[in-house]
């Protein structure tokens, strides 16, 4: 039971990271389109 927790928490916590990684950086800035292009 807790190995199924933990696991179903880190997976929940890595989505959370890589949805925030890609979208936050792009919407951050906006006035900028060479940004994320360098910035990967």
Known sequence: MRYLALFVC???L???GQ????Y??????PSTPTAPISQP
Do not use: I
Not at 19 to 22: A, D, R, S, V
Not at 24 to 29: H, I, Q
């Open 14 to 16: 890595s989505a959370c």
């Open 19 to 22: 949805k925030g990684g890609l």
């Open 10 to 12: 880190l997976f929940l």
């Open 24 to 29: 936050l950086p792009a919407k951050n800035p």
